[in-house]
Structure formats: structure tokens, C-alpha cells
């Protein structure tokens, strides 16, 4: 079975600072590795997602991810991020493109 | 294309009633999914169709609850005898299954409270 693990629930960061989103993923056998965002009372938008070829994955609005698969990583990050980066995050895994299995999330909040 | 669309978005109810929750598809899409998420928790998978045969359903999905698509177009949820701990947001997602990675769209989801 695939499970995911968001190391930090919360992060803080202030605006045009970098930041980095942590996911781990266990699995047996080879898998799809997403990012979601989710905005206060709206549905989950794909940010960004690993199938296979570049580990180093460019998604929409600057963010980026890059698959590790020794370390089993799936780490998001933005180099500048802005006050409507504020959401909540979700890495997600599959091993076939049915279900989805999500992390915890980490809610990203940017400060002025 | 309107986009997966959830009906309704809001839903407060008693402790005892029985819900159930609509989700439209983006057309042409042959697979939907439904998933459950609580406070403070990642989406959880339900179940999901292929057209209108159910392929797959967790081990979340109680007796109480119950999925159909008949038409395999729209797809209704829904829960019998609510309990305050099917407080949820309730997301439904669609696919075009062609072969390969077929991505998940995401609807607004629907906000159930049981009092």
C-alpha cells in the first residue's frame, strides 16, 4: 500500500522569501507523485506532477518539485512566494492513476 | 467545459436524517471519484466509476453510505442516517480514462455539518 507523510503542518514564511513544502511517499512499486493546492471553501487544483522522465518537475504559478526516489521525496518549492500563495497544501500519490492517496497537507500562510 | 460542478455547497442537517449530495462531471468524462475530508485532514478516497460501474469502494464507505451513477453522467451520494461524524467536506473528481495518466479535476465539494 502507498501512504504519504507532510512533515510540517504549518509553515510561516514572509512574502518574497523561498519556501519549501516537504512530502515523503513509501511505496512498493513505482508511483505518480502530485501537488495540490486548496484556497479557503474551494476545491483541490493540481499544481504540479512526477509520471516518469525529469525529476526536476515545473508546475503552475512558479513552483516546482523535484522527485528523489532514494530518499522516497517529493519536495515542493518556490523560489519568491507571494501573500496569494496563502493555502493549503497537499502531496498526493498513485500507483496506477485511480485513487489518490493525500498527505495530512500543510497550510502555507505568507506574511507581509 | 463548466468545470465539476457539486450540488449543494452547504449542507447542515440533524443527527438521525438522511443526504444526499449531486456531483456533475466535466462532459465525456468516464470516471468519477468521490472523496471525504475532515478538518484538518487530506481528501480521503470513497469510491469511484468507471461509466456507470462502481470499480472500487473503501472500507470508509459504511453500509449507511451509498453511490450511484446511473447514466454514468452525474453521480449522487448518499448518506443514510447521518452521524455527527460524517461531518465533512465531500469532494467529487473526474477523469477522461483514455489509457495511460488521466488527471483528476476537482470540484468545489460539498460542506456537510450533522448537528
Known amino acids: 500500500a502507498q501512504s504519504v507523510t507532510q512533515l510540517d503542518s504549518q509553515v510561516p514564511v514572509f512574502e518574497e522569501a523561498p519556501v519549501e513544502l516537504r512530502c515523503n511517499y513509501s511505496?512498493?512499486?513505482?508511483?505518480?507523485l502530485f501537488w495540490y493546492v486548496q484556497y479557503p471553501n474551494q476545491g483541490l487544483q493540481l499544481l504540479l506532477k512526477?509520471?516518469?522522465?525529469?525529476?526536476l518537475v515545473k508546475g503552475i504559478n512558479g513552483f516546482e518539485a523535484e522527485f528523489n526516489k532514494s530518499q522516497t521525496s517529493f519536495h515542493l518549492r518556490k523560489p519568491s512566494v507571494h501573500i496569494s500563495d496563502t493555502a493549503e497544501y497537499f502531496c498526493?500519490?498513485?500507483?496506477?492513476?485511480?485513487?489518490?492517496?493525500f498527505g495530512t497537507g500543510t497550510r502555507l500562510q505568507v506574511f507581509p | 467545459d463548466t468545470g465539476v460542478s457539486q450540488d449543494p455547497r452547504h449542507k447542515i442537517t440533524k443527527r438521525g436524517q438522511n443526504v444526499t449530495f449531486r456531483c456533475d462531471p466535466i462532459?465525456?468524462?468516464?470516471?468519477l471519484y468521490w472523496y471525504r475530508q475532515t478538518l484538518g485532514q487530506g481528501p480521503e478516497f470513497l469510491t469511484y466509476?468507471?461509466?456507470?460501474?462502481?470499480?472500487?469502494k473503501s472500507r470508509l464507505l459504511s453500509d449507511r453510505f451509498s453511490a450511484e451513477r446511473p447514466k454514468g453522467s452525474f453521480s449522487t451520494l448518499e448518506i443514510q442516517r447521518t452521524e455527527q461524524g460524517d461531518s465533512a467536506m465531500y469532494l467529487c473528481?473526474?477523469?477522461?480514462?483514455?489509457?495511460?495518466?488521466?488527471?483528476?479535476?476537482f470540484g468545489p465539494g460539498t460542506r456537510l455539518t450533522v448537528l
Open positions: 473528481a473526474s477523469s477522461l480514462n483514455a489509457g495511460g495518466y488521466n488527471e483528476q479535476f
Open positions: 511505496s512498493s512499486v513505482s508511483v505518480y
Open positions: 512526477y509520471l516518469s522522465g525529469s525529476t
Open positions: 498526493a500519490v498513485t500507483r496506477n492513476t485511480d485513487k489518490l492517496i
Open positions: 462532459s465525456e468524462h468516464n470516471r
Open positions: 466509476f468507471q461509466n456507470e460501474a462502481q470499480l472500487e
